[in-house]
């Protein structure tokens, strides 16, 4: 599946949206292109003097609802296909979430694995200089994304406030806590999953001790099995984008995380007694196909878009999918996996933790002040909690899936807000 298969497939979500509305067309015709793409090159300093040109782009897909939000992606997949998709579903996210935000997204074509810290700085500092036109704290905020972290969204800030020479940490979240980032941001989007699956688990899974099974081990994945495993649940598989490690024990989730710090892939945990620790004492190693494939009641999908398509959905055998990362299902996958009575919690709303607690940083960023870690907790809970809510009561009363209840409601405050701005 291309890039380009992944935008129609968001496409396809967004013109089912129209259809059921039925609002003025201007809107439907608006939302269909993005406000503005910019594509950039830009020459970076790396090891022996040698100087590369990277390619990276910023998309503002809509700003109805306030300035550009999403996160930047540093990835050697990285494309313009892609990172319109992504932009465009962050519109409906933001709306989703009520955030004063439209939909944007960058991305750096890139293997940061390749590079040193100081070339990835050099780089993030001439892209930042590439796109600092288009961005600003009111006009097209930043934030984390696979493969970029604090230290990068700190390079960004520090990097936009000298070239416009105000201080604007703003123009960026996910920062530093120390540099006017926010207490629970690394933590917020795998939490916020997290707090979305136990809210509906109680509704559509009257397990409780549900086999769980996480794709992808990243920043979200491991958040997510660590809130899961607070509250009592067992992680019953993991993998990365090499591998997977299945164990009956329940996977030893901190010493996973400590593996993959320090070795970067479970594909080689077997030397040694590692995988065994990371099985607690008992592991199978599977690849990433088998893993969606699994015996599991929950399928948390936490590694990158396209992973279930029409070629594997028929053989999903969850009852429950948790979409984590950005379009892990495409439209199609999506049908055949209704049709099967699998019960899918969508990227819109279970992965908007991230850019909620991201709205808290930029508020308390613009009133110079400092949240503790409690309150950002307990309003990331009570945001999680009643947007879940919301999606689930529209859905019972409109007899619709999880999904184009998201989609409905999104479009509902959308349109609301859209209609005085065409
Ligand atoms: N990259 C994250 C996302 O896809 C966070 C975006 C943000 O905080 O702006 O939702």
């Not at 996480?214 to 997510?224: E, M, P, S, T």
């Not at 164990?247 to 594909?267: L, P, Q, T, V, W």
């Not at 494939?293 to 969850?318: G, R």
Request: with cysteine.
């Amino acid at each position: 599946m291309t890039s380009n298969e992944f935008l129609s497939s968001v496409m396809s979500f967004q013109e089912e949206a129209f259809d059921r509305k039925g609002f003025d067309e201007h809107i439907r015709n608006i939302l269909r292109e993005p406000k503005k793409v910019v594509e950039v090159s830009f020459p970076v300093r790396l090891r022996n003097n040698e100087i590369r040109v990277f390619k990276g782009f910023r998309v503002l897909h809509s700003n109805f609802l306030g300035p550009g939000k999403g996160g930047i992606r540093y990835a050697p997949y990285v494309n313009l296909q892609e990172i319109i998709a992504l932009a465009m579903l962050m519109t409906w996210k933001n709306a989703l979430h009520r955030l004063p935000y439209g939909g944007a997204k960058g991305g750096v074509i890139v293997n940061p694995r390749s590079l040193e810290e100081w070339e990835i700085e050099n780089l993030t500092r001439a892209f930042t200089r590439a796109i600092s036109e288009h961005i600003g704290s009111n006009k097209d905020i930043s934030a984390p994304d696979i493969n970029t972290d604090e230290k990068i969204m700190a390079w960004i800030a520090d990097e936009y406030s000298n070239i416009k020479g105000t201080f604007d940490p703003a123009v960026v979240t996910g920062k530093p806590v120390n540099f006017y980032g926010i207490e629970g941001r690394k933590e917020s989007t795998g939490y916020g999953a997290g707090m979305v699956l136990e809210y509906f688990l109680k509704k559509y899974l009257k397990k409780s001790k549900p086999r769980i099974a996480v794709q992808g081990f990243g920043n979200a994945g491991y958040y997510f099995s660590k809130y899961l495993v607070s509250k009592g649940y067992d992680i019953y598989a993991i993998s990365d984008s090499t591998a997977g490690i299945k164990s009956e024990n329940g996977i030893d989730i901190e010493h996973a995380k400590k593996y993959k710090d320090e070795r970067r892939y479970f594909k080689d945990c077997s030397r040694g007694d590692l995988c065994y620790i990371i099985g607690n004492g008992e592991y199978q190693i599977i690849d990433n196909e088998e893993l969606i494939k699994m015996d599991a009641d929950v399928l948390v999908l936490a590694a990158t878009e396209n992973q279930i398509t029409k070629n594997n959905a028929d053989e999903v055998k969850a009852k429950l999918i948790v979409e984590i990362a950005n379009g892990p299902v495409t439209y199609e996958a999506d049908k055949i996996l209704k049709e099967k009575g699998v019960v899918i919690l969508p990227d819109l709303l279970v992965n908007g933790g991230g850019v909620v607690v991201s709205y808290f940083e930029w508020l308390q960023n613009r009133e110079w002040k400092r949240w503790g870690r409690e309150k950002v907790m307990k309003k990331l809970y009570e945001h999680m909690i009643n947007t879940s809510k919301q999606v689930y009561e529209y859905s019972l009363k409109h007899n619709m899936d999880l999904r184009t209840a998201s989609y409905d409601l999104s479009l509902n405050y959308l349109w609301d807000v859209a209609k005085y701005r065409i």
